[in-house]
């Protein structure tokens, strides 16, 4: 069976590259992190010195990176993916990136003669765990027949969404209901809180009728156990909604409620809370109430 590269073994990256091993393919692996990569060794995966020597080794090539920065340097840089590449090589970037840079970098690649799809996933470590993740790939629709055998190893739905960046494009139009819906859900449940009516009782009363979101079921109950151990961190929230507003001047687009929302994450990252999940927006709103949302 073919070899396949994969480079960024972190949170998601790890259990997914566990998956495909799992499924029975040969796996070339690197991550700047030694600990990251042992733990694949010892599940059969064959460690390389650079990303230069997976591409060297593998035709198709898998990222799992934090950022555009980071992508850019692994695929462009030196000792870099692309001084590795023949003809045909296809590189399948997971990572959530902005979508600018996927279309830039799919222009370096195809210089080389190789190929690019971007196919940044949603559903978190979880769903990475389960093999259960969604794909929203963008690029040339022969790429993605090519990749979407070993992509469904991974995940549970892999869709096509248009051409290269239309992937990421897909995962920050996500990012963005998933931001606004939890800042509309803090705002509601402080209010009420503020009013002296029980949260949890309004949760219950709202999330059967058209208030009702998934977002509202994993969040709300979060916010009212005061739990907030990511899940998903502020941080990279503050990650994809900058990358957003990005993409959206790129075509002279306003993201007015987007703007406010991620000026809410920032103002908790200054008081050191950007490692919280998400949920943790909530404490923005309860700041300004000085209230906070506990059943009563
Ligand atoms: P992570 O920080 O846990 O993992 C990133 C890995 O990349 C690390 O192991 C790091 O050492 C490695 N890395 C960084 N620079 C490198 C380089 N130059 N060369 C080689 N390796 C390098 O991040 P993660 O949570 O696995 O997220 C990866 C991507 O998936 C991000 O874009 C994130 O937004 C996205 N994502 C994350 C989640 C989640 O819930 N964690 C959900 C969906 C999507």
Known sequence: MMKIGFIGLGIMGKPMALNL???????CVYDIVPSAVKIL???GAEAA????EVAENCELILTMLPNSPHVKEVLLGEAGVLEGIRPGTLIVDMSSI???????????????GGEMLDAPVSGGEPKAIDA????MCGGKPEAFERAKPILE???ASVVLVGGIGSGNMAKLANQIMVACNIAAVSEALVLATKAGVDPESVYHAVRGGLAGSTVLDAKAPMMLSRNFAPGFRIELHIKDLTNAMNAAQAVAMELPVTTLVLGMMKRLQKEGKEKLDHSALVQYYEEIGNVEVRPL
């Open 132 to 135: 259960t993740l969604s794909f």
């Open 41 to 43: 060794e010892d599940a």
């Open 49 to 52: 010195a650079s990303p230069r």
């Open 98 to 112: 902005d979508p600018t840079a996927s279309v830039e970098m799919e222009k370096e690649v195809a210089k080389r």
């Open 153 to 155: 190893k991974m995940g």
């Open 21 to 27: 091993i799992k499924a029975g393919f040969s796996l």
